[in-house]
């Protein structure tokens, strides 16, 4: 009679390697989504100091024209050039006292920061889907409702 040598097992069986498959793909599931959250949060909070860091120049430039900037070429007057900000496109309203920042990256949002008179600057961000992901001490502004019409 033939006596059988045991044989050692080498590598993995298919089962394990559809369990190992299986938890990368739960793992991941979970990890992409709050990672895109991250990555929002990040750039709004980046737009936001970018934009904070606008207030100090366009103060002076208040204070020695007498007018709030028009546009980045009149911040140039006041030592800040066009390209303080990489990430979005300026808008600036001088009749509102206000500076907007839409972002390129996540599209569609924008920051803003508004002058009230003597009592300081507020900031506002728009056009984001989770409030979560909108900066301390810059919420999100209130979505103006859809006109009906009559």
Not at 115 to 144: E, H
């Amino acid at each position: 009679m033939k006596a059988y040598k045991n044989k050692q097992q080498k590598g993995f069986t298919l089962i394990e390697l559809m369990i190992v498959v299986a938890i990368i793909g739960v793992l991941s599931a979970i990890a992409v989504p709050a990672y895109k959250d991250y990555v929002t949060k990040s750039e709004v909070a980046s737009a936001v100091a970018s934009l904070k860091s606008i207030i100090t120049p366009a103060e002076l430039h208040y204070q020695e024209y007498g007018a709030f900037p028009n546009d980045s070429t009149e911040l140039e007057r006041v030592g800040v050039g066009s390209n303080a900000v990489k990430n979005g496109t300026l808008t600036f309203n001088k009749t509102a006292g206000s500076i907007a920042l839409a972002l390129t990256s996540p599209t569609g949002v924008t920051a803003t920061i508004t002058r009230n008179g003597s009592s300081g600057w507020s900031c506002a961000v728009a056009g984001l889907t989770d409030n979560k992901n909108a900066p301390k001490g810059c919420p999100q502004a209130a979505a103006t409702p859809p006109v009906t019409p009559p």
